[in-house]
């Protein structure tokens, strides 16, 4: 049977989200709303010190007098602030030594994700900081980590077992002030990872998070701060999905990322929130702001696969204030239904000889909105700056649509910026030439959306790359036939 | 008394010797009340982000000429295109001046907006065309239709083709300190027509000694001003703006052009001069089988200021846009470029095409591109590139190896990287013209016969 590019619509639009399921665990949970009190509250029952506090305390005095921005391409119900809950903690033992004490409840629903903890310990060689809700509950491999002196754990131990780090780091690339969504989160992050790679240590392994939103209502506030010193290297994946739930649940996290002199950090994200159903009901706000500093003859790369979230609105940016530094960002966001997704990076060039590269893959299926957004500036100092920006959309059915705005801006003569975008769908004369090879219009297909994520799909880690293409909603290889 | 407010109150002394009794001052009238509701575009504003318009908006700006000042043809006869004959509609400082023009009513009406705004016989093109296309939400725009009386108007009947070309020249005279003009024109093409017009703004230099005297009060003109333009079915229009004016004039170009099926309508845009110039260039394509061709060239330096807006709305299947800006920036000047193409739903088979590219030379230079797609169709072939720039070191070292010098190598390439925008310019007095210029302001001598 002949696959085309009809069949493969329907099938775009009959997915059903897989991993819509609530875990039963007792959680606990803060009374639903925002104020001076319940920021206190968080920090105090995370027993953080004073400055931690007051910290927290800044950043909600600065978010009071903020205004929500409405300048991006979405249409959503602005969430209610004082409506969420604003900390809910899984009841775990506190210090766990192995698996066997977490809740089985927990390991069931890893299973079920198929990131089984014990399996991924043994088979892939991975660690994984587990975040359930708000709280860390899992955090494997620690020792062998320790060995090469790498810190990797929750930011609420950071915070009491490293607090000059995390005092020196934190709201450093991304100031409390940055952006409405940012202060909201300095106020009541609730937790998150850290990681710290001393000087030109490689870390051995690709060090993984897996985030899930469980208790209705809550809204997932974390906060992940990876610093890599001098000459040091770390991949990083982040991937994440959530039950199906009807009520917006808000995700708004922050990201920050410092690579000293020669470091490198690879940041990888698979995001697989529920979407919302086929009317548009339900479905995660993410709204996360993501930001890399890097300095001299450092490099920092993020790469993402966009599937999930009612409303993805995220611009994974870098800071190229280093000489000879480099960024790179590499996304895939697949829209279907009435998702919306406005993303994209920015790319600000500050040191000389900077170079940053734009990779960008938009699919949109169904009723959806997919939007580029990017920025590219070049400022007086930053001689030889180079930049190669691609935006690539894909169509499917005539209810959705595609669009792009990349911002440049040049302030030196002797930059060079290439930008291009091109928005169509399969094209008849692409399939035409395929057949007349003799593939048929199924592996033709196949390939022309393979080849058009691939560029991005092959910038995942070996780890990541096989569970990307499993949640990408569309089986971008191999599932034709 | 803030500009806004001084261009409010002047309007009960406008409509002291304006007929208020018509359907177009009711147009005015109500424009003037949005106009102050909305007021002057804010740097916060994403549409005027990266031009600083307020510096223009000096407060001495009037709309009120003292008095009128007759030029001899010495000074004027550069401001044409000469070699070839051709209608012409001149305005001085915003006055028809019928000495230097050329107009006709036989055959088709290229004449003066004023004499049929009020005009019973052209009441019904009046009523059907004039302020359809203004975005109402635009200040420049609706001032201007606060303050409509005069401008070119032209309106070339079914099945006719001009064969000579229209030239809308519009001088300041330099006499008038602090004028703020709004011209206004209306351009009609009906069924199976054909035309070629071009726009130009100049000023006279005679306010050298002025600007140099600093108690001078000496306000540099502004001019804001509006051009509607229908084409209609199978009709077909270039359209050439050269703006090669003083380097301390400012205007505000805005342009709507509203296609019909099978229609053909390009738009060339030769930016050398002026202080801050701003083109609102929007394309509205309401048929099917529509070809928009906008290009344009940019060559400034100084601190100069020159930001390209252009819309392409596709509403229609089958239809086409070809978007070609290349820009040239030395000094200190910023060169802005905001292409959007907008494809709606219906719109399915469209090939929308954009690119912008640009050289940067001067060490102070700066440029903010911002090339927008909005696509809603699926079927369609949307395209952008833009680049910023160089000169291409490997080309450069071939000239010189072929032992040509540095300086007009780099010349050669300069003005072969805008020449290929000039290739759909049909009219041979106007290429050579614009080759000339560009030569100019490259500072080579192409050592060709023009």
Partial sequence: MAYTEEELKKELENQEYQYGFTTDIESETFPVGLNEDIVRSISEKKNEPEWMTEWRLEAYAAWKNMEEPNWHNVNYKKPDFQSISYYSAPKTKNNLKSLDEVDPELIKTFNKLGISTEEQKKLSGVAVDIVMDSVSVATTFRETLAEKGIIFCSISEAIKDYPELVKKYIGKVIPRKDNYYAALNSAVFSDGSFCYIPKGVRCPMELSTYFRINQAGTGQFERTLVIADEGSYVSYLEGCTAPSRDENQLHAAVVELIAMDNAEIKYSTVQNWYPGNKQGKGGVFNFVTKRGLCNRNAKISWTQVETGSAVTWKYPSCILRGDNSVGEFYSIAVTNNYQQADTGTKMIHIGKNTKSTIISKGISAGKSQNSYRGLVQVGKRASNARNFSQCDSLLMGNKCGAHTFPYIEVKNKSAQIEHEATTSKIGEDQLFYCNQRGIDTEKAIALIVNGFSKEVLNKLPMEFAVEAQKLLEISLEGSVG | ?450
């Avoid at chain 2, 070339?156 to 001088?171: A, Q």
């Avoid at chain 2, 390009?266 to 394309?283: A, D, E, I």
């Fill in chain 2, 1 to 450: 008394m803030s500009l806004k407010e001084k261009l409010v109150s002047s309007f009960l002394a406008f409509e002291l010797d304006t007929d208020t009794n018509s359907k177009v001052h009711e147009i005015r009238s109500k424009s003037i009340k949005d106009f102050e509701k909305i007021g002057f575009p804010h740097s916060k504003d994403e549409y005027w982000k990266y031009t600083p318009i307020r510096k223009v908006l000096n407060e001495e700006l009037t709309i009120f000429k003292k008095k009128r000042h007759l030029l001899e043809f010495d000074k004027v006869k550069d401001f044409f295109l000469g070699g070839i004959e051709s209608y012409k509609i001149v305005f001085i400082d915003g006055m028809y001046d019928p000495l230097w023009s050329s107009t006709t009513h036989e055959g088709a009406d290229i004449c003066i907006l004023s004499s049929v705004l009020e005009n019973k016989k052209y009441g019904n093109v009046i009523s059907k065309y004039y302020n359809k296309l203004i975005n109402e939400k635009e200040s420049f725009s609706l001032l201007n239709s606060s303050f409509t009386k005069e401008g070119a108007f032209i309106h070339v009947p079914k099945n006719v083709e001009l064969e000579k070309p229209v030239e809308i020249v519009h001088i300041n005279s330099g006499g008038e300190s602090s004028l703020m003009l709004q011209p206004r024109s209306l351009v009609i093409l009906e069924k199976n027509s054909k035309a070629q017009i071009i726009e130009s703004h100049y000023s006279l230099n005679v306010n050298e000694k002025i600007h140099s005297d600093k108690h001078s009060t000496y306000v540099d003109p502004l001019t804001n001003t509006v051009t509607e333009i229908h084409v209609n079915e199978n009709a077909k229009l270039d359209y050439y703006k050269i703006q090669n004016d003083l380097e301390t004039t400012s205007i505000i170009d805005s342009t709507y052009i509203d296609q019909k099926s099978n229609s053909e309508a390009s738009c060339h845009t030769f930016s050398f001069g002026g202080n801050l110039v701003r083109n609102n260039l929007n394309f509205f394509q309401n048929g099917k089988n529509i070809n928009s061709i906008l290009k344009g060239i940019t060559i400034i330096g100084s601190d100069q200021h020159i930001d390209h807006h252009t819309l392409v709305h596709h509403a229609n299947p089958n239809c086409e846009s070809h978007q070609d800006y290349k820009g040239i920036y030395n000094d200190k000047s910023t060169g802005v470029f905001n292409g959007r193409v907008l494809v709606e739903k219906v719109a399915q088979k469209i090939n929308a095409f954009q690119q912008n590219n640009n050289l940067i030379i001067g060490d102070n230079a700066t440029v903010n591109s911002k090339p927008q797609l909005e696509i809603f169709a699926d079927d369609v072939k949307c395209s952008h590139g833009c680049t910023i720039g160089q000169i291409d070191e490997n080309a450069l070292f071939y000239l010189k190896t072929r032992g040509i010098n540095d300086n007009d190598a780099k010349g050669i390439l300069t003005y072969a990287f805008a020449n290929n925008v000039l290739e759909n310019v049909g009219m041979q007095v106007l290429k050579t013209k614009i080759k000339k210029i560009i030569a100019r302001k490259i500072g080579i001598n192409i050592g060709l016969e023009l």
